[in-house]
């Protein structure tokens, strides 16, 4: 054997042993602690991006060499879920990808569940970035370690809830009238301050885009002032300890605006506070320095409650004149098994919905449906038939209103059902 071919033999030894080609990409943080029981959401920084985009996103147990590509990407046989194009709320600036990742209950769940097997009880994010210019695709991971919800994961908001202290899809309430109480029940991970405002739209003001609705965290430094601002209620600033849930109590009532009639909006605005577990270095790009506070990120826009000034009366009027007039089928008619049956009335013009209610005559509900505004017929399913078992049927509409309260209501109405025709 010549000296030659020796070389060209361990050459070829040492390339089938050789590690593969690293990630030209970085992020920051590397690994995070993750909720093992819900959600968790985490502001990442990816640095070194040359003419590359990030298309797609994976959660999964292992990692195998990603060649010929750089780095390394999911074991397809271990990949616990995909980032939802809903959650992926990734933005580049300068040579940076601001990413927000928004890992859903469902992959902590499974990951939990590898553990349990015997498994590693960390899962892998995994990133893909494509070239625009034909470079080789990249893969860059983040080690999320299981943990519980407490002090050392990120502080982060997984879910809020925003309402008045009344049961109705949106409030109507007369001029110069005092609203409601209303607060935010809000889930979190992590603990933290949680700083803020209470702001509200007012009729004929420019609404707000999704983008300003965001925590003010989930957004990259640069546009983190670049957010629509409105008329400012109240401002906020609390402790939450590492519970997981808080009510937040709302804006003094007396400040919320009902002078003019129209639409208002209350926006809960939430600001970027310091928190060691979520803070993100930029340092990892070459587009500057300096770390960013990132406490208080969530992945999806916060609620809006909406409020309606100078709303009509949501009372049912008792006045025979007043109820909704039925067409067919008439008052006792018999109707065939085996027919399509169809129910008919006179439109109502103020009505914004329909609700149709079937029911025997002893007062057993049997179905109820919801028929949009216009609508003057409704044609029950077939089951109708099945569950009124042989009884007799009797029927009504009511006409609602935007708030959801009846405006209009008419007489019960019954039919028969006969197996052919009298």
């Not at 999964?60 to 060499?65: E, G, K, T």
């Not at 110069?176 to 109480?181: E, G, I, N, Q, R």
Request: hydrophobic share 40%.
């Amino acid at each position: 054997m010549t000296i030659r071919s020796l070389t060209i033999g361990w050459f070829a030894v040492a390339l089938s042993v050789a590690p593969p080609l690293r990630s030209q990409i970085r992020v920051n943080p590397t690994g995070v602690n993750v909720n093992t029981q819900g959600a968790t959401t985490v502001f990442l920084t990816y640095g070194g991006l040359r003419s590359q985009v990030a298309v797609e996103a994976f959660w999964c147990a292992s990692l195998i060499s990603a060649t010929p590509a750089r780095g390394s990407r999911c074991n397809p046989a271990t990949i616990f879920g995909r980032l939802p194009i809903r959650y992926d709320l990734s933005k580049s600036s300068a040579g940076l990808l601001n990413d927000v990742m928004s890992i859903p209950a469902s992959v902590a769940r499974r990951a939990y569940q590898d553990a349990e097997r015997g498994n590693t009880s960390s899962f892998y994010y995994v990133r893909r970035f494509v070239s625009s210019t034909g470079a080789a695709d990249e893969y860059v991971a983040v080690t999320c370690r299981l943990a519980g919800g407490g002090a050392r994961v990120p502080f982060a908001l997984t879910d809020v809830a925003v309402s008045f202290d009344v049961q109705t899809p949106v409030l109507f309430v007369e001029p110069d009238a005092t609203v409601p109480t209303l607060d935010a029940e809000i889930a979190y991970n992590g603990t933290g301050r949680l700083r803020g405002r209470w702001e509200v739209v007012l009729p004929g003001d420019e609404r707000p885009a999704t983008n300003d609705l965001l925590t003010e965290a989930t957004l990259p430094p640069e546009a983190r002032g670049t957010q629509r601002r409105y008329t400012e209620l109240q401002r906020f600033n609390v402790f939450l300890p590492p519970t997981g849930r808080v009510v937040l109590p709302g804006p003094d009532v007396t400040r919320i605006p009902t002078t003019v009639e129209g639409t208002y909006l209350i926006l809960l605005r939430i600001e970027a506070t310091d928190d060691k577990e979520a803070d993100s270095d930029r340092s990892v790009g070459t587009a500057g320095a300096g770390v960013v506070h990132s406490g208080a990120v969530a992945g999806f826009p916060m609620p809006v409650l909406r409020y309606v000034v100078g709303a009509a009366t949501s009372e049912v009027p008792s006045t025979r004149s007043e109820e909704l007039t039925l067409l067919l089928p008439r008052d006792r008619a018999a109707v065939l098994r085996d027919s399509a049956l169809t129910v008919s009335w006179l439109e109502d013009r103020h009505a914004a919905l329909y609700r149709v209610e079937f029911e025997t005559e002893d007062g057993t509900s049997v179905l109820s449906a919801v028929a949009a505004a216009g609508a003057v017929t409704y044609q029950p399913p077939p089951f109708l038939f099945e569950r009124a078992n042989g009884r007799a049927i009797r029927w009504r509409v009511s006409s609602l209103g935007f708030n959801g309260a009846a405006l209009r209501r008419s007489r019960w109405r019954t039919f028969n059902f006969a197996s052919r025709a009298p």
